[in-house]
């Protein structure tokens, strides 16, 4: 059975990058494709892109187009998201889940803020 | 891209009880491309139903989903005190694939 374990928290400053991974373990197929989801303090889930190695694609939200970049590293099943340019409304945890269209199971989340 | 309308936005029930909770898309998402995530306070979202109406692997059959299109609905029979939580409706007909902003369900 699969497990994602996603990487510690992070504290940024401003302007900065962050780069969160989510490495996956446990009996399945390797190249899955994996979503990467985060939710804001006291916000509902929202849906920041994927990939899907097996066909090489990724797909992003419009509006994290441009700053995040998820990418996958199949020798050692690990996933990453890394965003640019962060600001105060990039504070949140931020979830993998392995699959493309509904999405199971998930990592434990990372937390990311962002403050000066 | 699609926004999905959950309502009610709180449900207030007791144990034992039915929650019905319902997501609306903006435009048609094609085909049963839904689905329906659990989200305990401090844990990460579990997966409930996908396809509009087939439960995932574990899950009690106290959850059901139905409809199709544009107009989902996820049931909760005999609300168990662990079915406490926020529940969230995600649709991946038309990217980006979108969530619903939520519908907690609580003790009455």
């Known amino acids: 059975q699969v497990q994602l374990v996603q990487s510690g928290a992070e504290v940024k400053k401003p302007g900065s990058s962050v780069r969160v991974s989510c490495k996956a373990s446990?009996?399945?197929?390797?190249?899955?494709?994996v979503t990467w989801v985060r939710q804001a303090p006291g916000q509902g889930l929202e849906w920041m892109g994927r990939i899907v190695p097996m066909v090489g694609i990724t797909n992003y939200a419009p509006k994290f187009q441009g700053r995040v970049v998820i990418t996958a590293d199949k020798s050692t099943r690990t996933y990453y998201l890394e965003m640019t340019s962060l600001t105060s409304d990039d504070t949140a945890m931020y979830f993998c889940a392995r699959g493309g269209n509904w999405l199971d199971p998930w990592g434990q989340g990372t937390l990311v803020t962002v403050s000066s | 891209e699609i926004v999905l309308t959950q309502s009610p936005g709180t449900l207030s029930l007791s144990p034992g009880e039915t929650a019905t909770l319902s997501c609306r898309a903006s435009?048609?998402?094609?085909?049963?491309?839904l689905a329906w995530y659990q989200h305990r306070p401090g844990q990460a979202p579990r997966l409930l139903i996908h396809?509009?109406?087939t439960r995932a692997t574990g899950v009690p059959d106290r959850f059901s989903g139905s409809g199709s299109g544009a107009d989902v609905t996820l049931t909760i029979s005999r609300l168990e005190p662990e079915d406490f939580a926020v529940y969230y409706c995600?649709?991946?007909?038309?990217?980006?694939?979108?969530f619903g902003q939520g519908t907690k369900v609580e003790i009455k």
């Open positions: 995600q649709q991946y007909g038309v990217l980006p694939w979108t």
């Open positions: 435009q048609n998402i094609g085909s049963s491309y």
């Open positions: 396809t509009a109406s």
């Open positions: 446990g009996d399945a197929l390797s190249n899955f494709a």
